[in-house]
């Protein structure tokens, strides 16, 4: 490779590090949040529906803005946007204006995702072979760097506003070398020129895996601890290992995912890779053993790992829809997905159990891998 497409790649890596570090915190910073407003669990939860509702705004006009300016202005003002919100964040005179903050919040990190996302399947298509689970494990790092610095921070008593200061200015480092190294302008651009629209046939085919892939994911990020600690008698600091469990097999796998890609199907592996994570759930969902389920939730990390990548690269090629339009569409379906399917578990868990609710996550895994071939085979 030339010297300018080694410093693109690093340069999307560094990206997708700076987007997961920024998302972590903002998870990390949710308690500081609830002390400072003095907020109960509904007001909690209000700010995290108006991030959402701000993020799939966001994804869902992504596609036109690139083709219009182009992913490296898109990816600048999404990380920017994020970045002041974090800053922001403790700051709102009135708990409205805490809302439109997380709302702008997420709207500006539904831009930043899709541009990024385009840009690395731009630099996929350059380069003739997968690249797309590297990044995603990139974002997976960020991630997992911004909930432990987080966590260590707070260890040695620094104040929050600091904290989300000093993530803000090292996102927005990173993220300003990196677009200088994107395609210019309209290179990413092609032939998107319309505004945002409803997916349909084989687009709206992977857009339903990629939300049922969400439902899972977001079921493991929300409720996995809550089920170690009330279902399985677990102490609180050994039910948070669900989750480090999960996201650290995930990262894991993702940067090994491209050597899989390379070697089997789109099909192939997106059906192995969802019969792992039911086969893995149920295993939880069976066993009355922590350090089993501990297991079973690395399983089902390792099982997700690909499912994004696979079909955000899916997406990018769909014939017809310019990368970055149809990123856009699968992302916000997706992105639904993560919204409402952890609620509809919790309705679920109210009304029997959470072993049960959990096991209709199940289903959502068996039903993506059902679809798999439908949805990719061509």
Known sequence: MTSSTVRAHWAARFLFFAAGCMFATWGVQIPTVKTVYGL????????????????????????????????????????????????????????VLLWALLGLFGLATGLLDVAMNADASELERQAGRPLMSAFHGMFSLGGMVGAGVGGLLFTAGVAPNLQLLGVAAFSMALVAWSVRQMPPGQALAEEAHGRFALSRGRLALVGLLAALGFVVEGAIYDWSVLFLASERGAPQQQAALAYASFSAAMAATRFVGDRLRARWSSVGLL????????????????????????????????????????LFSAAA???????????????????????????????????????????????????QAALARRALGA
Not at 321 to 349: D, T
């Open 40 to 95: 109960g669990v509904g007001a909690i939860g209000g700010l995290v529906l108006a991030a959402g509702v701000g993020s799939v705004l966001g994804l869902t006009q992504a596609g036109w803005l690139i083709a219009r300016h182009g992913a490296r202005r898109v990816a600048w003002w999404g990380a920017l946007l994020s970045a002041l919100a974090l800053m922001l964040l403790l700051h709102m005179p009135h708990l």
């Open 317 to 367: 090629q769909v014939p017809g829809v310019a990368p970055a339009q149809g990123i856009s569409a699968v992302a916000s379906l997706g992105y639904c997905g993560f919204m409402v399917g952890p609620s509809i578990i919790g309705f679920v868990a109210h009304g029997s159990s959470l072993t049960l609710a959990l096991g209709l996550v199940v289903g959502c895994a068996l039903l």
């Open 271 to 310: 059906r192995a890779s969802a019969c792992l994570a039911a086969v893995a759930l149920a295993l939880v969902l069976l066993s009355n053993s922590v350090p089993l389920a501990l297991a079973g939730f690395a399983l089902v990390g390792v099982g997700l790992a690909n499912v994004v990548p696979v």
